[in-house]
């Protein structure tokens, strides 16, 4: 049995999923109480300026393939985004030193800023 969190008309249901062939009991929903959304954690390179570089679809950083501050060229990758169980290599879209905006296991959605290469 796998248990996801559902949000439906804004309240939140711990859900019990089955494998098929598996020897659980049925699924039950629990409603959860609301917690306050957290921000998310801002890194110090949010206010530098650059090309910013947009996630193309919602996913997770899986791995960060340079280093904070490094000198990067035009499409070389710089992050693994997992998204659908793939793995896709997002790349620099111009010259320039990367400042990271998100950290490796976070979840993002898309259009969020991944990086700045100024």
Not at 76 to 82: D, Y
């Amino acid at each position: 049995m796998r248990n996801f969190i559902i949000t439906v008309e804004g309240k939140q249901y711990q859900v019990g999923v089955e494998e098929v062939g598996g020897t659980s009991a049925p699924a039950q929903a629990i409603p959860l109480v609301s917690a306050p959304a957290q921000a998310a954690p801002k890194l110090a390179a949010t206010n530098v300026s650059g090309t910013k570089l947009l996630s193309p679809f919602p996913g997770l950083i899986k791995n960060l393939l340079v280093q904070n501050g490094e000198t990067v060229k035009k499409d070389q990758p710089i992050l693994v985004l997992e998204a659908m169980k793939m793995d896709n290599d997002i790349t620099a879209p111009c010259d320039g030193v990367v400042a990271f905006q998100v950290v490796k296991g976070a979840n993002v959605e898309s259009d969020a800023v991944l990086a700045v290469i100024s």
